[in-house]
């Protein structure tokens, strides 16, 4: 990486001037006062049933924002877009999975989200759901898994997404921990020209263990036929004589605390963290950072490639565009599929003139060459985004040049899926860009990078990054575990959050991410933790222990590598590699496979029986190793290190 950092060291980009005459940031927003700056976005941005009386209060670690207003999300993204007369703007333009040429795309303006969000919300009443009761969600990029959030919050149900792409396990999991009634799934899924089980995988996990899941809802996506018990139900069927006039299900007006959403995420030990977003804080920092960070128009096109399973989905796809009444493509696939060109037609197709996306689709289509990119007119095309790991400035230049027309700013947003929305950002027409930082504190957001006694750290210095002020995004604990909050983002400091993320200042006073400093890793921008991919592979009979660490990848930012050792005289095989791969595959997702599985005799442990992880570390990234007299048992490392280095 340090290579290719000098490829565009000290470059600098200041603002195109005709954009910073025209950007809706501006720059007294950075001026003015956290409570003021916000007040004024709500005011502006969102509809409120009943004004709120208190914009914020504060007790630390516990934020609430526009106590007392109340309103409903759904209402904001969908509603009040018909009632004003944007009934028949585009509000989703869907790109199924083999792409833009397909029969299949078509356009959901806000009058037909509405009425289809209503009729899945009138069937999901026939099953007992309403407000405050929970609901889960596992879904691919389909409509539908819009709709169905959308549904939800109307109802004020919050819900659960589960990606994907993880397991049934997975969904089980956290179905059973919201005590969902409901999950909503699809028949099958197709990513990449494949039809995947999506249905039957949900069932595998709710079938394994008892589960506080009811009733099954299931979207038919391909058709396939597919085993349906007495659980299941149809979407088309539950629907079928189901009102779609937004009147027979007007939408719950929601205390502005009311819980919208949980979403699950990794942390460094234990299961996963249920992080807990409320409706009125979390839509307004959507919505807001969406409008000023994108610089969205009423003419905008906006495609935010990301997946509704994680945090930018919720915020990016879901609420903060549909907020803004924005224009937006949805797409179903992955870059590469149907051919390399897919996406860029899509660009040309639809003239998208935002698109937000991750470091590494940036660079799989780098990897591809950029004469695809060259072949079609993306010269709509007036934000980039960037999300979800540091962008390397090379990737940063590219995405740049051939996507940007060599003109396009990008926006590297860091933020993660606890503070709800973007809070380090460039802004549009204010900030000069310097490849591969995130460079700047969204209004109203102060951070800090301080050392480990607490004191700010001098400029170049890597520190932790904390943020010394709520925003109206911030979540707003993890689910029934208070400790778990307090212990993991508010004991280190204790005045300010932190945020588990490496970073430092430059000269200028703009911050550089540096990435993770717990045992949190980073695969192609999605976040897994080390904790339970060991856990899914000492459930393998044969294994004793096991540790996982992250090395440098060029396309996903990360990969895993696991280190194993073997119950009594078993021998590490290329079979049982694969089939280790294979468990946590199965366990968690595909997501989590690691690249590479190193077997080991013992793992390096210290006299008092702590797995040296840093060790790990330096082994997987091949490095030196440094001081190793504090273990048992040196020479376990270095035949780790052997079959490393080959
Ligand atoms: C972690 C959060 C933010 C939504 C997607 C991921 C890393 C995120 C950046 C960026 C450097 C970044 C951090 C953060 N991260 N954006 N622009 N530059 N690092 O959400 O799964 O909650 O992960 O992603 O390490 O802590 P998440």
Known sequence: MSEQATTTEGRTYPPDPELSKTANVRPEMLEQDLESFWDEQAKQRLSWYEPYDKVLEWDQPYAKWFVGGKLNACYNCVDRHVEAGMGDKVALHVVPDDGPDSSEVRDITYAELQRRVTAVANGLKELGVGKGVPVGIYMQMIPDAVIAMLACARLGAPHTVVFGGFSGKAVAERCNDLECKVLITQDEAMRGGKAAPQKTNADEGLDAS?????????????????PMSDRDVYLDDLIANASDDPESCPCEPMESEDLLFLLYTSGSTGKPKGVVHTTGGYLLGCATTHNLVFDVKDDSVYWCAADIGWITGHSYIVYGPLANGCTSVLFEGVPGYPDQEVWWKIIEK????????????????????EKHAQAHDLSSIKILGS???PINPEAWEWYREHVGGGKAPIMDTWWQTETGHILITPLPGITTLKPGMAQQPFPGVRPEIRD??????PVETTGNLVLTQPWPGMMRGLYNDDQRYRDTYWSKYSDAYFAGDGAKYDADGDIMLMGRIDDVVNVSGHRLSTFEIESALVEHADVAEAAVAAKKDPDTGQAIVAFVSLIGDKQGTEELEQALREQVAQSI?????????IFARDMPKTRSGKIMRRLLKNIAEGEELGDTSTLVDPSVVEEMQKQVNG
Do not use: F, W
């Not at 998208?352 to 799989?364: E, G, K, M, N």
């Not at 997702?589 to 599985?597: F, H, I, N, Q």
């Open 210 to 226: 008892p589960t506080t899941v009811e009733k099954v809802v299931v979207v038919r996506r391909t058709g396939a036929d597919i």
């Open 350 to 369: 639809y003239g998208v003139t935002i698109l937000y996306t991750s470091p590494t689709a940036i660079r799989a289509h780098m990897k591809a060459g």
């Open 452 to 457: 480990d006694e607490g004191n700010q750290v």
């Open 589 to 597: 997702g595909k997501l989590a496979r690691p690249a590479s599985v």
């Open 387 to 389: 999300v979800g790991e």
